[in-house]
């Protein structure tokens, strides 16, 4: 049985297609679905979710059907989503607590037996009993975490797990997520952070105006290109580029570039930087990360980049 089974999973919002059906296989596995803002993520977390009913198609966990056993996939799954509310009155664990009641653990003891479990895995044992209005932003995910798990899900749904965390705090619930997944709960995550999926993530699914372009373990994606070159110019490029190298997008202010052998052909790219009389700053050859694969699959749109879209779009004319 697969875990997450979805058939031609679609769902369109009155005129606007959101999720354009999508057939999705995951098991024991940390499955990153990534994509920009209004890509669909959140639909189809909700559509798998039963949260939200699908237009056409079907989706099953753990083998139930979303629209015909709602309520047998809701026993079997955890959602987190992006923005929960802990109560801030309450210490750590009547949070938790108040979630065993929620999911129906009437059986006091066995209820504090679930809430210590929650408690230990998410590392939150020493300040349990604080308010949770004392915790860290990395501590209050932890306990959304920790509060997701007490009815003991086979599939556990985290919608942005890190975001508006620090980079030690992000670390830490990815372990954690890590940890789950070795327990046998298989992981359904969305994502901006490119490099925390590249680390974490077994496979990845992008996701652009509702439908998988790509899919795989980053590893994977990331082998359809060989080197790539980045670039920080003055800000421009140049319209004609060397044989070979091709624009990916803007990555942290540079230009980054694809090649099949980076090293051998920046001199020719940094000349034809010259030529137009483009400053450059600095020039970088490295490996590809899956960042660099979102950029090429996604393409650059959300960035603020006419200038460089227009570069791109005279050289498709010309190449053409
Ligand atoms: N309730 C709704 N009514 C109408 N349109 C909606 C509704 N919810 C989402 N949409 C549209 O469906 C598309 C997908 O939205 P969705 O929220 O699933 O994207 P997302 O990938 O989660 O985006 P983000 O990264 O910003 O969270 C967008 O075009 C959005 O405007
Ligand atoms: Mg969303």
């Known amino acids: ?157 985290l919608d942005e797990p890190t975001v508006g965390l620090d980079v030690i705090a992000r670390k830490m619930i990815w372990e954690h997520i890590s940890n789950l997944k070795k327990s046998g709960i298989t992981i359904f995550v969305t994502t901006h952070q490119m490099e925390e999926a590249e680390r974490y993530c077994d496979r990845v699914g992008i996701l652009k105006k509702g439908v998988v372009i790509k899919e795989g373990t980053p590893s994977y994606l990331k082998s359809a290109l060989k080197s790539i070159i980045t670039i920080k110019s003055d800000g421009k490029m140049p319209n004609i580029l060397p044989d070979n190298v091709d624009f990916i997008g803007n990555e942290n202010g540079s230009v980054v570039y694809a090649s099949d052998n980076g090293a051998d052909i920046l001199p020719s790219l940094i000349k034809k930087y010259d030529e137009a009389g483009i400053h450059v700053y600095s020039s970088m050859v490295r490996d590809p990360t899956l960042e660099d694969i979102y950029l090429m699959s996604v393409g650059t749109e959300a960035a603020d980049t006419e200038q460089f879209n227009r570069a791109q779009i005279r050289r498709i004319i010309m190449k053409g």
């Open 1 to 157: 049985m697969t875990d997450i089974f979805t058939s031609k999973l679609s769902k369109s919002y009155e005129d606007v297609l959101a999720v354009d059906s999508l057939d999705l296989r995951i098991n024991g596995e940390i499955y990153g679905l990534l994509g920009p803002n209004g890509s669909g993520k959140t639909t189809t977390v909700s559509m798998l979710t039963t949260l939200l009913s699908p237009s056409s198609g079907s989706a099953q966990i753990c083998g139930h059907d979303v629209t015909t056993e709602p309520k047998a996939v809701r026993k079997c799954i955890s959602y987190v989503p992006q923005y929960m509310a802990v109560d801030i009155r309450l210490t750590g664990r009547e949070n938790i607590d108040f979630y065993a009641k929620l999911y129906g653990i009437r059986d006091k003891t066995e209820r504090k037996r679930r809430v210590n479990y929650a408690l230990d895995i998410m590392d939150l044992n020493e300040r349990a009993d604080d308010l949770t209005k004392t915790y860290s932003g990395g501590m209050q995910r932890r306990l959304e975490l920790a509060q997701a798990l007490t009815h003991q899900p086979k599939v556990l749904f």
